[in-house]
Every structure is written in C-alpha cells, then in structure tokens.
C-alpha cells in the first residue's frame, strides 16, 4: 500500500488493513487533550500508542492508582548515573496523559513507541538533565512558529491557540481538526525535512522507531489503532508501510549503544512546568491551561475573572463583583478588537490590568503565582520506584558512614579529617536543600575553627523532602545547589545572599558559589544602606579569610568583598552624620565589625580608604561624640594620627565649647573599655583630668553617669593605676620611685621571654 | 468653531491636521462601528499606532510604543466604560487622549483643563446670570460644560489632570459615568447622554497625592498607564520627532541636533531611571527625579537653542550635560552623590 496524502483518514481507508488515526498534538496543549478525549471515545480503539519512550510501558499503569495526581514527570535514568537523566513532565491538560487515562478506563492496552531512552540516554551529552522536547521535536527551528508568522501572528503560542485549541472540537469535528493539522504539517515538513537534514539524527532514529511500534501494532489482530504523537510527526507516521520502509528503519536503529536505563514518576509542580529554565516543559501558563482544560465552555472568562476576584479579595485588594463583570466586557471586546475567537491570557491579563489593577501590574502579579502558574504540586504513590536523589543520598550516606537512624545522634566533626569533612558537606548540602535530618548544634564560628557539631534525626519528613525536591536535581549536590540558588533568587536582602554564599562555600558546592558570588555583586551595587552593607560584608570576609574556596571563586569573592568595602568606606561619613544616643552606639559596633573584617580581609587600600572616612569623620560637625571617640582611637590604634594630633583632638573635644554631654561621650568611645591609654599617655590623662575638675556643677552632674560607665568597663588594675597617677600628679611616676627590681630574678624572667620570641639574649 | 484651518494657526486640532488620514480610514473601513463612532475599532487602532492602508494611504504613527495598551483604551472605549490614561509626565498621555477623540467622534475640542481652581460648572453647566434674572431659570439661560454638550452630541470629552480637580468637583462625575444622566434640578429636567458619550481623564502617576481620586470614581474607569518607551531606539524616535516638531516652531534649524548626540542624551536618562547601564553590565543608582522623555525632550531643545543662539550652532553633548544634570539633581544630597557616581562610570566607559 502506498500512501502520499498525510491526512489520517484518508490514508488508511477501510478495508483490510486496520484502520489507523493518527492524532497529532501539540505537547501541553488543553486544546489538543480535548481533541483526543473527543476523539477516542467517539471512535474508540483496540490499541492506543504513544509518543513516550518504550520503557515507559513499565509505568504507565501507575497514571490509573488513585494516589496519582498531575502534574508528575517520567523520570528516565542511566543507572548508576543520576546525573543523566531526562523528565518527561505530564499536566492534567497534556494530550499524553489524558490518554492514558483514558486508555486505563478503558481497558485498551497502551503501546509507547518513542525512541527507547536507552538509546537515547546511552549517548547524551552534559551532566545536565536534558530538556525534552516542546511541541514535538528538538528542531532548530520551531514550525509553529515560522506558521504563526505566515499567518501574520507575533506570537506562536497565541496562533496555536486561536487556530486549533479554541476550536472547540468535537465528534467528527475533531477528526476534522486533526486532518487540517496533519496537512499543515505536511506542508512544514516539504521545506524543513528531517529526513534530508543529516544534523538531525536523532529525529530520524525516533520516527523510525516509532513507524516499527505502528507496524507492530498493525501486525497483530488490532482492527483500530490510535497513535497520539507530537503533529509534527504525522508526516513522517504516514507512510508506514510504504515499500523499503521497514528495511530502512531497521538500519537506522541498528549498532546503537545501550545503557542500563531506569524510571519512575516523581512529583512535579505547575511552578516547575512553567519555569523556563531547568527542566521545564516551556509552558508559560499552566494553570491557565489547566482553567481552560477544567472549565471549557462560554462561561471560561467570566469564572476565571470571578476566581481571580476570591483571590485579590484574599490579597486584600478590593475587588466588587462589578469588577469582574466589567473585566470580563473588557477581555471579549478586546478579543473582537483583535479579531480572535476567544478572549486569551494576554486579553485577560490586559483587562485584569486596565479594570482590577487600575492599570498597575499588581493583579496579574498575584494572580500569576495561583492562577496563570498555579500552586498545583502532583503526587506519586508509594508503589513508585526510589527516585535518583533519594538513591544518591543512600550512597552518599553510605560512603560518609552514616546511618539514618530515629532516635536523636549528636556527631562531633573534626575537619582535618577527609571523612569528617565529607560528612560536613554532606550535612551542609542536605541543610540548604531543606532535608531536615541534621541540625548544626554548634558551628565553626567567628574564628574558623576545624569543629563542628551535628544533631542528626531521621524522620519520615526527610523522605517526602527527598521525594518533593527530586525535581531539583539527581544528585545531592546538583539539587542542593540548584536549591541555594532559587532561594537566592528570592532572597530579600544582601545579608541573606552572603549567609546562602556562606552556606554554599560550606556545602562545597563550587558552581553554586560562583552564581551567588555574581549576585550578591549585583545586590550590592544597588544597596546603599550601610547596615546591610556591613552585615554583608562580615559573613563574606570570614568566608575570603578561612573558607574552602576554589582560586576562581577566590577572586570574584575578592572582588564583591572590595566592592562591599569600598561602599562602605564611601558611604561612612554620610552613615556617621546625625545620629542619636541609640543609633549611634548600633553605629559603633559596625565600625568596629567593619575593622575587623577589613582586617580579615588585609586589603591596605580598603582599610586606608577606611580611615579616611574616619578621619574626616573625626573632624565633621553633627557626629556623635561616641562615634567621633571611637574613630579617632582606631586612628591612634593604626598610627594614622601622631599623638600631638590624637591629643589636639582629644584636647578640642573636651574643650569647654563642647557640651559635657557630648565630650563624655567622646571619652566613652575613645577609651572603649580598654584604660591601658591612660596609663601610658600622661598627656591624654591630664587633659581628662583638667576637662573633668574644669566643669561646673551641674555639668559635671549630667556627665557623671557616662564617665562612670566609661571607667566601670576598666579593668580593675587599670582602674587604680590610673587612680595612682592623678593622685601623684601628672608630670610624677609613681612606680619608679617604690618598685625596687631584683637583677637576677628579672634575668630569669627575660630568659624566658626571649625564649618565646625566639631571639637570642 | 471654525471648520476652515487657517494656515498661521500655531497647533491646529488633530481632526484637522490629520483630516486626509481620517477620511482615508473611513473610506476603507467596512467593519462594524459603535454607534455615533465615526471609525469601527480597528481603525482607531491602526490611526494611533500608523501603518498602510488597502489604498496605499500611510497613516503615520500617533503613539510610538505598545500597541497592547492602544488596544486596550479603544476596547474600553467601545464598551462605554471610560478611560483614565495614566503616566509620568512626557509619556504622550494628553496626545493619545487627543487623537483618541479626534478618531472616535472627529472632534478632539470638548475639553476640561483640570486645574485645582476649576469649579463645578466647568463639568456640569452654569448660568448666564443675565438671562437668567430677566427670563427665569430655562434652558436658553444654562451654559453647558464640555461633558455636557459630549453627553448631548453623543462624542468624547476629555478631562486633563483629573487628580488636580477638587474632590467636590470628581464627585460631580460619578452620576454621570455611573448613570449616563446629569440632573439639572433647577429645570426639573436631565440630559441624558447619547450613544458614542464617553469620557477620557489623564493623570500624572506622581500626582497621586493632590486630589487622589476617590475610589468610587476610579471603579468607573478602566486605566491604562502609558510607560516610558521600552527601548532606546524607540525613545530616540520619539525625541527626534518631537524635537524637530518643537524645533521648527521655535525656528531652530534641525542640524543644531544631530542624531548622534539625541541618542547619548537619551541613553543617560535611560540609564539613570532604570539604574543600570544600557549593556546591563552596569548599575546605577537612581535619582529622585522622574527622568522622563519630556525631560530629554527640554533639554535637547534647550541645548540647540542656546547653541544656535549663543554658541557654535550644533549642539555638543559636553554642553548637554548639563541640562542633564538640572533634570537629575533635584535632593541636592542624594542626587549629587548619584550624578557623581554616574559621571564616573562614563569617564571609566
């Protein structure tokens, strides 16, 4: 029999020869799914093959257990490398899966006829889960879109949309529809033939493989068979029996390499199919397919507007029923305007703009996460096979020697040790993936000590953590990494950013770091609030100063940490300039956490941009004195300042023009809880000791709580040295006249010394 | 009213300077109208966003930009609600209010100036006192408003900066929208709007806070925010055409700017209201001023006039700087430090 004309029905008349309709789809499609549904229960077949790889047959009879909800992917695997791999996700509206379960209802055995993944897999290239295909096949160009744009369309999806999914089809209607597509296609195919494109042979081994299961089934005593595939293969489907047909697909499947493959289905999320990235299916709008799938009928718009009404109502965004109606006008009038059968997504998002959000994004905003995406997550039944994160975790466990265990186990680690340190970033990578089986007791704190401490607990949660977040990777690093990430996307603030780096350089996951590194870089050259820049800046400088990081990653840490730095040095003086009794004690502590990390860091042009600031900070009006105090010790502390400076400055502060009050504060942050300064500088003593007997009475007063507490952080020795000076006087020593050294017990003394430093005596 | 367009006329009504493509339209237009609308729906929309008619006519683009949200005010339109344009000042929203009216009911003039001064008459009726002491109240001696007379013939009206209007005087419009009817309790009497009344208000988004509008108003408009231009060559479009417009009307020759250097400024402004550089490589902080197409607009024919002028006779953009930096500094603090950093950043490119 040789068949030219594409057309289904008429390319298998009646007669001896079973009766085959091929119904082509459009992957993802709500549109196509209502057409299949039409189709096979008009005219139902013996047999129903699929577009899915063969080994899918194993599972399939899963999509009919009642713990199966949409969406889920088929997870396809090589065994014993989670890492390649390939999802195949399924929507309640995806043509594939409303004929499964139409086929389990029914009772039609089901026949996957797709190019079998361990072919497929056996040769794939990259560590990364491949994407699979869209609207049927991974041209390099996409039909429907060069179609849409011969129609006068800018936008594919919206051609599909007007041209096959608002059909309505139904009965002989659908077979109609299924002909005209399968015409379309055909006309495509003339120009962009796989056949003849040799780059294309991966698409010409699946239609190959998938004309052998049509045959196949034509082999037996099936009298009607139904094959749902992507449209774009109905061309190649039609010529099944054409003659050298069966030779030549033969050949093409011929000498393939193999690998052991495994599946199963995992859970996925609406959220998931919608992402563009990842291993998304490139459906922007799935709860919107799922609303026209669900809801089909004249009433389509105006439940959706009245939906999309409940749920601003709950968003507290007022929102009356008049609104809805009002909407609804707005999307069909639109629609007529834009000559199109039914109100789409960019007519609903148009009117909810214009009527609901008063032109704003807003409600499309929130509607976008419930409605348009949709918050659906699917759920497989327990019988599923293990998924791979769940598998890699078990090896990982087992080469950590760890073992989950319920009852509650604290794990000392030393890091020096390689299977400690392995564990740690095991336990690190499970905490940023949200697998609640161990928590950090104690961390390696301030100082980047080699201990850490773990409380470990296995619980049934960690399971179903296992089993939600397969989608983010097969391994534990891959989907730990992907995890830092999306919640990096999401992160409010730049601390939150260098805590998740922090964390990813904890986890040792090297390609996360490099991303969150960019980020943060990104964040920070638009933050210029200096508390967060600081709270920023600490997390990272101890990450740059005692973290495990790759020389790469090293120098673009390096390079935000020196943005982070610069900003802050920049940012200092106007940060410094007015502030209160409260906010300038906050202020001082991040000054002093800034010095630290710049010490970390040991970057000199950092910390003298640094003390430049503090050097004009110390010579501004409108600073607290605690502030300028403090300044102008770190300056003394790094000999910015000579001392003749630190005490005209001291001396200016406590100069009768400056209020008590002030100049107390001055002293507070200038002695800092450290009196040493006092008892070596006789001149800084003296000006303090006249500044005090100088104020008048009710000065003095005032001052008096400020000076205490200034002097109550002293050590109690300093304390009553520096009261010993100012008895004697200033210009005397006391010490020299009253201690009487005894020669050789001072020998024995400095022998020791020069023993620890090292230096001969 | 005079239908004739004397030639001295400075800024003629759209339905007059455009009336060759209007009449073209119409002639080709076989689709369904509204009632009272002189063009279907779809025209309206090719006479804003431009494009070529079946008779080879060219109807030149009104608004550059979107033709989404044009869609969106026609369709409003058609189903009797009424428009609010929104949008930073610069943003063509008083122009597409014009064009919407000239196209739909072939008279853009029945207008309402909000201003904070304008009073209640102004969008329902007055008196003439003089008739109406010596006759009594009647018809004969009531002024009607702008929205009154759109009601009666059946047309666009159109209120400019609604949010500046008192809150008395926004109330006053809620019958009217709601209803399609204003009372006249003197007379007894009522007009009662005709197919084709509709009204369209504009209003600056950062206005919001001078007569915000009450929310029972604003639930009888649909609105449509008019955006700054989404790309620098559609922004460059814009402010050469209308720079050349403004520049023929003040007799600046239009080499005084040439091309080139319209783009640098349109690049800053765009840097700066989006914070980032236009090769995304870099951020920027962004100033408190609204940065707006208007604004680059000012500054490029303040630029050529003071170099026609006072200078070589072409603008350099060394000099346009500046102008730049009156439109960005406008918080002495914050913006400086901003200006200064961006500066910077151009030095370093």
Known sequence: MTVTAPAPVRAFPTGLAPRVRLLGIRHHGPGSARAILSALSADPPDVLLVEVPAEAERIVALVGHDDMVPPVAMLGHVVGRPDRAVFLPFASFSPEWVAFRWAIEHDVPVRCIDLPLRFSLATGAGDQPQLTDVTGGGRPVDPIADLAAAAGYDDPERWWEDVIEHRS???????????????????????????????????????????????????????????????????????????????????????????????????????????????????????????LFTHHGPDVIVRWFAQAARILRAADVATSAADVVEATRLAHSLAGLRGRPLAGLAEVGDAARAVLGHGSDQPMRVLSADLVVGRRIGAVPASTPMV??????????????????????????????????????????????????????????????????????????????????????????????????????????????????????????????????????????????????????????????????????ADALRTVVRGIAMRIGAGLVPAAVDLDDDTSEVFARRLRETQSALALVGEADLIALFHRGLTEIVERDRVHGLVQGLAARMLADASELSEADIAGRVSRALSAGTPALEAAAFVEGFLGGAGTVLVHDPVLLGLLDDWLSSLAADSFVAALPLVRRTFGAFEAAERRTIGERVRFGRGGDPGHERIELDPERVAAGLTTMAHLLGVSR | MSAATPDDILRP????????????????????????????????????????????????????????????????????RALLLLGLPGTAKTWVSEHLAAAISGDSTLLVQGTAGTAEEAVRYGWNYARLLAEGPSTNALVPSPVYRAMERGAIVRIEELTRLPGDVQD????????????????????????????????????????????????????????????????????????AALGASLALPPAAAPDGEIRRVVEVFRELRHGRSEDGRIKFKIPSGTMSTAEAISVVVQGMSLAVHLGTGSVRFDDLLHGIEASVVRDPVHDTVVWREYLDSLADR
């Not at chain 2, 609308?37 to 979107?66: H, M, N």
Request: with cysteine; charged share 25%.
């Open chain 2, 172 to 243: 006053a419009l809620i019958t009217v929208l709601s209803e399609k009817v204003m009372p006249i309790p003197e007379l007894g009497g009522e007009v009662q709007a005709r197919h084709g009344f509709n009204l369209i208000a504009t209003a600056n988004d950062r206005d919001r806070g001078v007569n915000e509008l009450s929310s029972a108003l604003r639930r009888r408009f649909n609105t449509v925010i008019l955006p700054t231009p989404a790309t620098i060559d559609e922004e460059v479009r814009i402010v050469s055409q209308r720079v």
């Open chain 2, 13 to 80: 009504h759209a339905e007059h300077e455009f009336a060759a493509e209007l009449a073209a339209l119409a002639a080709g237009d076989d689709r369904p109208r509204p009632p009272q609308w002189r063009l279907s729906p779809q025209a309206v929309v090719t006479y804003l966003v431009g494009g070529t008619l079946a008779d080879g006519t060219v109807v030149s683009p009104k608004y550059i930009g979107e033709r989404r949200l044009m869609e969106v005010a026609v369709a409003t339109l058609a189903t009797d």
């Open chain 1, 388 to 553: 791979p994160l769940a598998r890699d975790l078990a090896d990982e466990q087992r080469r950590c020697r760890l073992r989950p265990e319920a009852g509650v186990k604290t794990l000392e680690l030393d890091l020096r040790k390689p299977l400690d340190l392995r564990r740690s970033h095991l336990l690190h990578r499970l905490e940023l993936l949200g697998v609640p089986w161990a928590y950090e007791a104690e961390g390696r704190g301030t100082v980047g000590t080699f201990r850490e401490t773990w409380q470990l607990r296995w619980e049934p949660e960690v399971e179903i953590r296992l089993i939600e977040s397969a989608a983010l990777g097969t391994t534990v690093a891959s989907a730990s990494a992907a995890s830092a990430l999306q919640r990096a996307e999401s992160a409010s603030g730049l601390a939150e950013l260098t805590g998740l780096l922090e964390r990813a350089l904890l986890a040792d996951l090297p390609d996360a770091v490099g991303e969150l590194v960019h980020t943060v870089g990104d964040r920070m050259a638009v933050s210029a609030d200096h508390a967060h820049l600081v709270e920023a800046l600490v997390p990272l400088a101890r990450s740059l100063r005692y973290g495990d990081v790759r020389s790469t990653d």
């Open chain 1, 169 to 291: 089809p139904s009965g002989t209607d659908a077979a109609e529809v299924f002909a005209a597509l399968a015409d379309v296609m055909t006309e495509l195919r003339s120009r962009t033939d796989p056949e003849l494109d040799p780059a294309d042979v991966d698409e010409r081994r699946r239609e190959a493989c998938m004309r052998i299961g049509l045959r196949e089934a034509m082999a037996t005593d099936a009298r009607r068979i139904d094959v749902v595939c992507g449209a774009w293969h109905v061309p190649a489907l039609a010529p099944v029996d054409a003659p050298g047909r069966a030779r030549a697909d033969a050949r093409a499947l011929t000498g393939l390499a193999k690998a052991k493959v495994a599946l199963t289905w995992v859970p996925w999320t609406h959220r998931r199919l919608a992402s563009a990235t990842g291993y998304g299916a490139g459906v922007t709008a799935p709860g919107w397919y799922d609303h």
